[in-house]
């Protein structure tokens, strides 16, 4: 197994792809950091409270989106460039396979979500000064939430490779997941006959999981159980990507 995750790492770093979608996520979380702290209002969200602190610093979740693609693009790749049959010709239990990009995408979940981290912090601290806002967030408030950003980010990598496993077209997968994300998500999580249920579902569990507060008046699950229902749907999913990959034609 450290040899296959070995070589899924070799089959990233390969090409340039992870360090442009680096860049893009980058790019992203200093974007939304900033229209974070730049558009506060006063109020139950308010930059001088701790819901709204937490909603800044958990802007790490934009990179998400790219951790999301790179895994799906990790599977579907294989069949868009051919590159499938020989990977499975070599390693015959296709189970291993998967097993191994789903290890290797989730550090490099951790690893994005680290790295953007930093760039949320070098852009709200000096923000919040400038501002003259204090943060009241504690040490291990504030340690949480970079936490949980950081576990949510790396699930989605698990369910980025999971999606390619159950859809072969790249672009059908990747439309898909960024339809889900930004669209039907929030829809979901923001309309009140739906918000209840919608608090199981992978997107507003998730920002439970990352402390990202969207809005007051959308049901959310506490910390820790929306990171054990992501947790769920990430396992879930892999679980049932292996099965169709096992099963699947490849040629």
């Excluded at 506060?40 to 701790?50: N, S, V, W």
């Excluded at 990790?74 to 868009?80: D, H, L, N, R, S």
């Excluded at 999580?189 to 579902?201: F, K, P």
Aim: aromatic share 8%.
């Amino acid at each position: 197994m450290t040899a296959l995750v070995r070589a899924e790492l070799r089959k990233l770093t390969t090409t340039r792809l992870w360090l442009w979608m680096l860049v893009l996520g980058l790019a992203m979380v200093g974007g939304t950091t900033s229209a974070a702290i730049g558009f506060a209002e006063p109020g139950r969200l308010g930059l001088d409270t701790a819901p709204g602190q937490r909603t800044v610093f958990a802007q790490a979740t934009a990179t998400l989106v790219v951790v999301g693609i790179l895994g799906i693009i990790a599977v579907t790749g294989e069949f868009a460039h051919q590159t499938a049959t020989p990977t499975f010709l070599a390693t015959p239990r296709r189970g291993r396979v998967v097993v191994a990009k789903l290890v290797t995408y989730a550090v490099a979940g951790l690893g994005y979500a680290a790295a953007c981290t930093v760039v949320l912090l070098a852009v709200a601290f000096p923000w919040f000064a400038a501002k003259h806002v204090d943060i009241v967030l504690s040490g291990a408030d504030l340690a949480r939430t970079l936490g949980g950003v950081g576990i949510e980010v790396a699930l989605y990598a698990v369910l980025g490779v999971a999606v390619g496993c159950l859809m072969r077209n790249q672009i059908a997968a990747i439309v898909g997941f960024v339809v889900y994300i930004f669209v039907v998500g929030p829809i979901l999580s923001g309309v009140e006959a739906t918000s209840e249920v919608a608090q199981y579902l992978p997107y507003q569990a998730g920002n439970a999981l990352g402390r990202l507060t969207s809005s007051v008046d959308a049901a959310m699950l506490g910390q820790a159980a929306g990171g054990l229902v992501l947790l769920a749907w990430a396992l879930a999913f892999a679980t049932l990507g292996t099965r169709v990959a096992i099963r699947r034609d490849i040629t």
